[in-house]
């Protein structure tokens, strides 16, 4: 007979077993993604990441014979996809005993939801590993869709990059840079250039337009107004924190952004740098410019060491996924579920 399962409270002292749950899901995707990183540490900064989560979030977790078989938490968001609350479970924010995780998945999720509905949190978004094709499915039962991923690279030259001789180099959520190249326009006076301070005044309608873009169908992403200039400045002033910008006839056609962290645990890894905004004119989108920007970040990140390169992107955004999954392979999705908050009434 089945020992049965016993669900409890977030805890500290389920803590180590959570973690050591993650890592054996993330070692699963290692296997389709050989390359992602795996360093003694990630451990150590797992427990650390989950010790703030079961200290500040929500949830569950699932216990049978004294031993943790699965836990899902999350951190309640004030406005999530919309103004209702909801509730976000990140990439280390749930995870199941590989022989019985669906079961598990569903229990939880089963008797969390009525928590968190209850609480008026009606929205419910979670990250999971992307090879995980039972999970996928498991999710997709209850009622989640597909919004955002994160996928990555290996740091290496791309075939047909033609950066200007000029380049001095040593897109949250991005649009593509491009649709695919055409090879009647003419690259060679397209120059790709790493920016610095004094550069920012002319990219400024380029960072507007990307801003705006979201709003467009069928991303539909409302974006706050910003002071572009003042945004772009305060960002690359931040510590590793880097932009090149595409220019022909010194007219900025777009530009690529890159920093040392972005939403996931894998991001956080040394060896990655993460791509977390890129835009180009959506006339120039057919140039190959956008390649040329990525091909510049990737001999930068060849020169100083950073073998592997992340981005996050929005499903929805069918122009920049098509670009993005050209170069990268994605290694989390993250899902959401809409409630109808009338349940409450």
Not at 18 to 28: F, V
Not at 48 to 71: D, H, M, Q, S, Y
Not at 94 to 119: D, F, P, T
Not at 165 to 178: A, F, G, I, L, R
């Amino acid at each position: 007979m089945r020992p049965e399962t016993q669900f409890d409270q977030l805890n500290e002292k389920y803590v180590n077993a959570a973690a050591d749950l993650i890592m054996s899901a993330y070692i699963e995707e290692k296997t389709a993604i050989p390359f992602l990183p795996y360093k003694d540490e990630h451990l150590y900064f797992l427990r650390k990441l989950i010790t703030n989560l079961f200290n500040n979030g929500t949830g569950i977790v699932a216990v049978r014979n004294e031993e943790l078989i699965g836990f899902i938490a999350g951190f309640e968001v004030g406005e999530l996809f919309g103004k209702c609350k909801g509730i976000y479970s990140p990439l280390y924010g749930h995870g199941g005993k590989k022989e019985c995780r669906s079961m598990i998945y569903q229990e939880l999720y089963m008797h969390v939801a009525e928590k968190w509905v209850r609480n008026a949190c009606f929205t419910h978004a979670l990250t999971f590993f992307a090879h995980d094709t039972e999970t996928i499915d498991l999710w997709f039962w209850q009622g989640f869709g597909l919004r955002c991923v994160d996928s990555i690279c290996e740091s290496k030259n791309i075939p047909g990059n033609n950066p200007s001789p000029e380049n001095n180099s040593s897109p949250e959520n991005n649009p593509s840079p491009e649709n695919n190249p055409s090879p009647e326009n003419n690259l060679s006076n397209i120059i790709i250039k790493k920016v610095n301070e004094l550069d920012i005044p002319a990219l400024t309608n380029i960072h507007r337009q990307h801003n705006m873009y979201y709003r467009n169908s069928p991303i539909f992403m409302p974006r706050i107004n910003e002071d572009p200039f003042q945004n772009l400045t305060d960002w690359l002033k931040k510590a590793n924190h880097h932009l090149w910008a595409a220019y022909q006839d010194e007219k900025p056609l777009g530009y690529i952004k890159i920093q040392p962290d972005a939403e996931t645990f894998v991001s956080e890894h040394k060896d990655i740098m993460n791509i977390t905004g890129a835009y180009v004119l959506e006339s120039e989108r057919k140039a190959g410019t956008g390649t040329m920007l990525l091909g510049a970040v990737q001999e930068w990140l060849l020169k100083n060491g950073y073998t592997l390169c992340g981005v996050d992107f929005e499903s929805i955004n069918i122009t920049g996924s098509r670009f993005w999954n050209k170069h990268f392979i994605p290694y989390a999705y993250s899902m959401v579920r809409r409630i109808d908050e009338r349940i409450s009434t």
